[in-house]
């Protein structure tokens, strides 16, 4: 794993620092000026996501002194080295860390946390590069290929997204982006790209000309993980490819930007009250965006103060918000069949939020097993309870279905109807489409190294039980599905280890019909989410 981020030193001058905790009494271990450096940059890379840079916990739990402390060094040590059954990576068993270094982050977490830096629009603005101006692009497809069935795919570890096509398998280009891109987003005609970098690096890609290029980027914040697109068009105007949206874990904020040059031009800060404690929290993060089909309007997560927030983007620079109460740590989700509902895990709660997007109102709080993790979801019919919306979850060996139709079925609406077991917990993705007999779920985090790249399906005939679990290969953990846009093909990443030759991760693709290999595209690094154009485009999950 490379460790690309650092902050610019002129950046990390000009903070506006968030108000220290009250120091504490107890014995802080001292760590030299270097061990300090190394365990900040650690404790970005590998704990702000679940644990947040504030260490206020979010999808893992609070890690601010007052908690740390009265542990000590040997007992967090041990946890950092182990992991937990409930989702903390082994970090030491894995070899990422060794016993000296685990304990130096243990000292790091009894001390208080570093403020990180805020980012200006200015500041952002000196990031910010057209490498292709509008007027210099193609105003039609130049490539031959079938461009909409292109899959865009994360490689985690190389800081780079792959174009695979769908039709031929041919890798037809590999773009340098952020670090650790997360997600990428397709503009509402499918011609533009958003890639996100866990660095807030968002590259803007051109899958029209022959071979697909960049042609703007820049960086909206220190830590980001959602990008999402305006997609409206109707009798309120025509939105599509206007605008671009980037939800930032820090500084914790959104940032709204032009969507053919990504020129930012609005920052929102999402610091706010907790909606259950009424509490001030310095560092509300943004996680998943989606974009109404019905309205202009954005669907912003707002993870630990629990809003979700309707962002009305037809005025962007003066957006109107309606916050809606919901539960807290909000992170993942999906549209329902219909692209009214969406659906999202507040993982840390162990319920999915359903939020009607037509009515913008808040409609259930499900209850479902420990933490929810859906990625988009999965749509379906069940035989017994129609139309359905699917969850799998890092903390038990289960999937959840919940009623999706109020109408034709409202007896079931909004109520867990359905568990069905897995071998395993550690689950992180769950997919289908509406063509497919299948449901296939992943169990990527389990810490059993065979689980890990087991991989499961459901049949939508008998959902009672898994149809079937096979390991997709003999190594490595297995991740994420996608489906090509005819809906008969599903692709499954394989990670290995970005050093290991042979091993670095691969995607292996299924015949989604019989279930059987059709084909592995090998020596990818760390190939993670993968995003077909279409079915990005159209929310096909
Ligand atoms: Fe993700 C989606 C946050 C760890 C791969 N991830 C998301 C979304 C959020 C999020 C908020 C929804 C974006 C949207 O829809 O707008 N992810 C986080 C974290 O905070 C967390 C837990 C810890 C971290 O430090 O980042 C985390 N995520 C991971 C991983 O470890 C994964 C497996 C690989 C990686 O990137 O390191 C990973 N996350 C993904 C993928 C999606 C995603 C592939 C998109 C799924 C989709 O189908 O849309």
Redesign the pocket.
Known sequence: VQYLYHPPEEVAEQTTSVPEEPSLTGEVPLLSEEEFAWAKQVYFE?????HGTLRKG??GPALTPDKTQPKGTLALASIIFNGTPRGMPDWGKQGFLTQEQTEIMAKFLQMEPPAPPEMSLEQMKQTWKVLVPPEQRPTQPQTTRNWQNYFVV?L?DAGQVAVIDGDTYEVVAKLDTGY????S?MSATGRYVYVIG?DGRLVMVDLWPEVPQKVAEVQTCYDA????VSKYKGELGDFTDRYAIV?C?WPPHFVILDGQTLEPFKIVSTRGYTIDMEEYHPEP??????ASHFKPEWIV?I?EIGQIWLVDYSDPHNPTIKMIEAARYL????WDATKRYFLVAANQSNKVAVVDALDGKLVALVDTPAVPHP??GANWVDPQFGPVWSTAHLGDAAITTIGTDPVGHPQYAWKAVREIALPGSGS??I?THPTSPWIWVDM?LNSDPKLARTICVVAKSDPTQPYKCWEVADYGRA??F?YNRQGTEVWVSVWGTADKPGQTGEIVIYDDRTLQEKERIPNLITP??K?NVYNTVNDI?
């Open positions: 590998r704990c702000a996501g679940c979010a999808t994360t985690r650790a891109v997360h997600i987003r866990r993980r959602s990008v999402e939800g874990y993060r943004v996680a998943a965006i989606v997560n993870k992170h993942d989700g999906g990625g988009r992180l993705f997919k990527t991740t994420h996608e993670t989410g995003f999950y």
